[in-house]
Antibody, heavy 119, light 106 residues
Framework: QVQLQESGPGLVKPSETLSLTCTVS?????????WGWIRQPPGKGLEWIGS???????YYNPSLKSRVTISVDTSKNQFSLKLSSVTAADTAVYYC????????????WGKGTTVTVSS | EIVMTQSPATLSVSPGERATLSCRAS??????LAWYQQKPGQAPRLLIY???TRATGIPARFSGSGSGTEFTLTISSLQSEDFAVYYC????????FGQGTKVEIK
């Protein structure tokens, strides 16, 4: 059974960089699939942030592209998100998820982690 | 960016009744449309993909239809565990989600 688990600081100061990691169990990232990040601000809908393939190919939401970096560590079976220059608008629950190919539905999601941007 | 619009925002339904949720795309997404269910404090759960194919383990009371720009999710007989927020998602051109429809107990 494939499971995804997000981890990282729950509180980030404005202008700093948000860093999260998604650990995958029950499936080797190197075997395939794409791995993505999605967020949900309090009381709002879902927003795709970006995705990565095990080879390192990345796809970012154009609205966030200038601040986002997603990387993969196949040796640890993890992928990570960095979002720079955060503001209160970046406060959200951050989810990781997998999808079979670019622009495909997401079939397995992590439980999510709450990140608050505040001084 | 393809904008997804869901209606209604809230749907009040009695247990055992049928619920019909709508999702409209600002441009054609073919059949590249998924539906997710989200309960408070939980991650979204994939219900439907390809506009009408149920994901593994999803009960037959959930059905999806539509193509192009107009889509519908129908829950034939609402069970207590079905009261949740439902999101549509297009994956024809990257991903965008609708704002959600909350299905609440009438």
């Amino acid at each position: 059974q494939v499971q995804l688990q997000e981890s990282g600081p729950g509180l980030v100061k404005p202008s700093e960089t948000l860093s999260l990691t998604c650990t995958v169990s029950g499936y080797s990232i190197s075997s395939g699939y794409y791995w993505g990040w999605i967020r949900q601000p309090p009381g709002k809908g879902l927003e795709w942030i970006g995705s990565i393939y095990h080879s390192g190919s990345t796809y970012y939401n154009p609205s966030l592209k200038s601040r986002v970096t997603i990387s993969v560590d196949t040796s640890k079976n993890q992928f990570s998100l960095k979002l720079s220059s955060v503001t209160a608008a970046d406060t959200a629950v951050y989810y990781c998820a997998r999808h079979w190919r670019p622009a495909y539905y997401m079939d397995v999601w992590g439980k999510g982690t709450t990140v608050t941007v505040s001084s | 960016e393809i904008v997804m619009t869901q209606s209604p925002a809230t749907l009040s339904v009695s247990p055992g009744e049928r619920a019909t949720l709508s999702c409209r795309a600002s441009q054609s997404v073919s059949s590249n449309l998924a539906w997710y269910q989200q309960k408070p404090g939980q991650a979204p759960r994939l219900l439907i993909y390809g506009a009408s194919t149920r994901a593994t383990g999803i009960p037959a009371r959930f059905s999806g239809s539509g193509s192009g720009t107009e889509f519908t999710l129908t829950i034939s007989s609402l069970q207590s565990e079905d009261f949740a927020v439902y999101y549509c998602q297009q994956y024809n051109n990257w991903w965008t989600f609708g704002q959600g429809t909350k299905v609440e107990i009438k």
